[in-house]
């Protein structure tokens, strides 16, 4: 995984663990990779992965059973979606219509082009 300097590790590894819940590569009380076998697979230190892990418990996305790893909480899939969704509105939204009325586009050229993707 490629990571980016504008936001610590761990955070971009959690957000990618959900990208992977939203993509239902992991489904409500299912168990995901171990936290080292997580920082192998993306190449990071274990004590990252770790607070990577540790973040995603705190909001209530996974949850530990002591002894089996890390699993999905019920219903964070719809958790993950109202927070992004919130996000979005409150930090793309704004910065996007700014962009839109810079170079002079309105809502239709907006649809039109959602239309194509």
Do not use: H
Not at 85 to 111: A, C, S
């Amino acid at each position: 995984m490629m990571f980016n300097n504008d936001r610590p590790i761990y955070m971009q590894m959690a957000e990618r663990l959900c990208d992977e819940i939203l993509a239902d590569t992991y489904q409500d009380d299912s168990r995901i990779p171990s936290v080292r076998e997580y920082a192998v697979m993306l190449g990071v230190n274990t004590n990252t992965a770790v607070k990577a892990y540790e973040e995603l418990a705190q909001l209530g996305i996974i949850y530990n059973r002591r002894g089996l790893g890390y699993f999905v909480r019920k219903g964070a899939k719809g958790e993950i979606q109202r927070a992004r969704r919130l996000k979005f509105l409150k930090e793309t939204f704004p910065e996007l219509f700014r962009q839109m009325r810079l170079v002079g586009m309105g809502i239709g050229d907006l649809v039109a082009a959602w239309e194509k993707f």
